[in-house]
């Protein structure tokens, strides 16, 4: 039985069939949608996250299943000390997969090694969110046609983010992709990824300012600069402009590029760009839900 | 110079870093064993100056040798068999450690689930860097 616990669980021929599974998909939903009728997909998430969830819920509910869970660790018998590997071994007798989002790192690693069904991890703590990974994947191979052989700049909170670091290394499996990581001195990919990246040959370069290299971008990866990361309110202040996208700032792109973003976004992309076709932020929701189908599908032995 | 009798069965634990031994001998959880141990510490060594000793008198099979590589591989095991040394074994990093260190990340799952075991992968070798399966949060070693 196979789980998903981090992007690299999959090879790239692996990824290569799931998104074309994704892609077939997009292009007829019909021929998918009663696959998983009398199928039930456990949603079971310690914390709230809307998105992650609601997404997982598509995706069954488009596939002709059903879905069963809860939202928050109170409304779970976490609340009464219940163990996650007890949890999983009652909803094994409920459902016929899981998605899993927890606090503590590590959890959906319990839950999948005692579980009789399929665990995906829907996201723990700051370790892996392996669909979100997927989704960027599946949103840049269809949308620019092939991944690899291009050049993406990743901008914002490269040090806390988590979504970053599991796209750069499931990234890294691909040819010919430089890195260019644009942050503030405070925010700086950790050094393991970058000694990760020079082991590996691979090119990349850090810059403080996203105008520098904006014309130089295949793909444009946004994310939040909190101003809680800052050591002070003056280097916020002085910095944050720097990561906003405004329309200013993408007339420096290329009329090819993309813009993407794991959402949700607070201000760090103008809603003026929104209407901007390189904004692919939207679409690449929408590829959170083919994805996680193709998953469901794949672990479930019904693709 | 202190004299410590042959051993008949058993381990001679040799060129332990000076002060360490007793580490090692939780580790090992020789105190558990019923059999006689003698723990020599600070031995005049050419090699390193100073170095600890720990000779066990039991079963050969009885000792974990994984706990001992990933603990120290720089230390020499002579196995003793009739009062003389009959091998010495290589120690070679473990793939995994169970039960032997814990993982310390206050956001990994084993910090809020007590029965669950803790166990450690080598992620790099070359490093001789080790991993908690569940949160991957690499292990500092203060106590090596």
Redesign the interface.
Same mark, same amino acid.
């Given at each position: 039985m196979k789980h998903l616990m981090s992007p690299l669980d999959f090879t790239t021929q692996e990824l290569d069939r799931l998104f074309d599974l994704a892609n077939d998909i997009e292009t007829d939903p019909n021929k998918y949608a009663h696959i998983c009728e009398g199928k039930i997909l456990a949603t079971c998430f310690y914390e709230p996250s809307t998105r992650t969830r609601l997404s997982f819920e598509s995706a069954m509910i488009r596939l002709g299943g059903r879905v069963i869970g809860f939202s928050d660790a109170a409304s779970s018998s976490a609340a009464k000390g219940e *163990? %996650? *590997?007890d949890t999983i071994r009652v909803i094994s007798c409920y459902a016929d997969i899981c998605a899993m989002r !927890?606090?503590?790192? &590590?959890?959906p690693? %319990?839950a999948a090694e005692k579980s009789q069904i399929p665990v995906i991890n829907a996201g723990? &703590?700051? !370790?892996q969110h392996p669909t979100q990974t997927l989704t960027d994947l599946l949103t840049i191979r269809s949308l620019k046609g092939r991944l690899g052989d291009f050049t993406i700049g990743l901008c914002g909170d490269l040090k806390f983010g988590r979504t970053v670091h599991s796209l750069i290394n499931a990234l890294v499996r691909y040819d010919n992709i430089r890195f260019l990581f644009i942050s503030p001195e405070e925010l700086r990919v950790p050094d393991y990824i970058t000694d990760m990246l020079r082991s590996k040959g691979i090119s990349y370069s850090e810059v403080i300012r996203l105008e520098d290299v904006m014309p130089q971008l295949d793909l444009l990866y946004m994310t939040r600069v909190q101003k809680e990361r800052f050591f002070n309110e003056e280097d916020y202040v002085r910095l944050k402009d720097f990561y906003i996208l405004d329309t200013a700032k993408l007339a420096l792109a290329r009329e090819d590029m993309l813009v993407l973003h794991p959402l949700p976004r607070v201000n760090e992309i103008s809603v003026e760009v929104d209407s901007d076709p390189r904004a692919a932020y939207f679409r690449q929701a929408q590829y959170g839900v083919y994805v996680r189908m193709a998953l469901i599908l794949t672990l479930l032995g019904l693709a | 110079m202190l004299n410590v009798g042959k051993i008949e069965e058993g381990f001679v634990l040799d060129h332990i870093k000076a002060g360490k031994s007793l580490e090692l001998y939780d580790h090992l959880q020789l105190d558990k064993l019923d059999c006689t141990v003698a723990i020599i510490k600070n031995a005049r060594s050419n090699k390193m100056g100073k170095k600890d000793i720990l000779k066990v008198e039991c079963d050969i099979n009885m000792l974990d040798l994984d706990v001992l590589a990933f603990i120290d591989h720089s230390i020499t095991v002579n196995v003793i068999k009739n009062g003389e040394i009959v091998e010495k074994k290589a120690l070679v990093l473990p793939a995994e450690i169970r039960n032997v260190i814990r993982c310390h990340n206050p956001r990994c799952i084993t910090s809020i689930e007590q029965e669950l075991p803790h166990i450690f992968y080598l992620a790099d070798p070359d490093k001789e860097v080790y991993r908690c399966r569940y949160c991957e949060e690499k292990y500092l070693d203060s106590a090596k």
């Amino acid at each position: 039985m196979k789980h998903l616990m981090s992007p690299l669980d999959f090879t790239t021929q692996e990824l290569d069939r799931l998104f074309d599974l994704a892609n077939d998909i997009e292009t007829d939903p019909n021929k998918y949608a009663h696959i998983c009728e009398g199928k039930i997909l456990a949603t079971c998430f310690y914390e709230p996250s809307t998105r992650t969830r609601l997404s997982f819920e598509s995706a069954m509910i488009r596939l002709g299943g059903r879905v069963i869970g809860f939202s928050d660790a109170a409304s779970s018998s976490a609340a009464k000390g219940e *163990s %996650v *590997s007890d949890t999983i071994r009652v909803i094994s007798c409920y459902a016929d997969i899981c998605a899993m989002r !927890h606090p503590k790192e &590590g959890a959906p690693m %319990v839950a999948a090694e005692k579980s009789q069904i399929p665990v995906i991890n829907a996201g723990d &703590g700051g !370790h892996q969110h392996p669909t979100q990974t997927l989704t960027d994947l599946l949103t840049i191979r269809s949308l620019k046609g092939r991944l690899g052989d291009f050049t993406i700049g990743l901008c914002g909170d490269l040090k806390f983010g988590r979504t970053v670091h599991s796209l750069i290394n499931a990234l890294v499996r691909y040819d010919n992709i430089r890195f260019l990581f644009i942050s503030p001195e405070e925010l700086r990919v950790p050094d393991y990824i970058t000694d990760m990246l020079r082991s590996k040959g691979i090119s990349y370069s850090e810059v403080i300012r996203l105008e520098d290299v904006m014309p130089q971008l295949d793909l444009l990866y946004m994310t939040r600069v909190q101003k809680e990361r800052f050591f002070n309110e003056e280097d916020y202040v002085r910095l944050k402009d720097f990561y906003i996208l405004d329309t200013a700032k993408l007339a420096l792109a290329r009329e090819d590029m993309l813009v993407l973003h794991p959402l949700p976004r607070v201000n760090e992309i103008s809603v003026e760009v929104d209407s901007d076709p390189r904004a692919a932020y939207f679409r690449q929701a929408q590829y959170g839900v083919y994805v996680r189908m193709a998953l469901i599908l794949t672990l479930l032995g019904l693709a | 110079m202190l004299n410590v009798g042959k051993i008949e069965e058993g381990f001679v634990l040799d060129h332990i870093k000076a002060g360490k031994s007793l580490e090692l001998y939780d580790h090992l959880q020789l105190d558990k064993l019923d059999c006689t141990v003698a723990i020599i510490k600070n031995a005049r060594s050419n090699k390193m100056g100073k170095k600890d000793i720990l000779k066990v008198e039991c079963d050969i099979n009885m000792l974990d040798l994984d706990v001992l590589a990933f603990i120290d591989h720089s230390i020499t095991v002579n196995v003793i068999k009739n009062g003389e040394i009959v091998e010495k074994k290589a120690l070679v990093l473990p793939a995994e450690i169970r039960n032997v260190i814990r993982c310390h990340n206050p956001r990994c799952i084993t910090s809020i689930e007590q029965e669950l075991p803790h166990i450690f992968y080598l992620a790099d070798p070359d490093k001789e860097v080790y991993r908690c399966r569940y949160c991957e949060e690499k292990y500092l070693d203060s106590a090596k």
